[in-house]
């Protein structure tokens, strides 16, 4: 066996791959730029309606954790299992509710 083999066989098991999404995820709610966003516009629309709101750094890392938790939660659901089944048996398993 390879290096190519038994690399793709590791990125064949279903760990490391929602691990891999995870990470992207947790690199795009994660990152600064966008802690900084939507500081700002959460500041900008509550001015709009005349109140003062500042979430603080424990808020925003709360709410950008909620989120991540939904997107995760949402990509392993409708993302990686029709995948992961897809592989299995070459046809789309229906995604109980």
């Keep these: 066996m390879d290096l190519f083999s038994k690399v793709g066989g590791v990125f064949q098991e279903k760990l490391v791959q929602i691990s891999l999404v ?26 709009a309606v005349g109140v003062s709101f500042n979430v603080g750094d424990q808020g925003l890392l709360i709410i950008h954790s909620l989120v991540y938790a939904v997107l995760l939660g949402i990509s392993v659901k409708f993302l990686m299992e029709p995948m992961l089944a897809m592989r299995g048996n070459g046809s789309v398993k229906p995604v109980s509710a």
Excluded: R
């Excluded at 995820?25 to 959460?42: G, H, K, Q, S, W």
């Design 22 to 47: 995870a990470a992207v995820l947790f690199y795009i709610v994660a990152n600064p730029m966008l802690f900084n966003f939507v500081d700002n516009t959460l500041k900008s629309v509550f001015s």
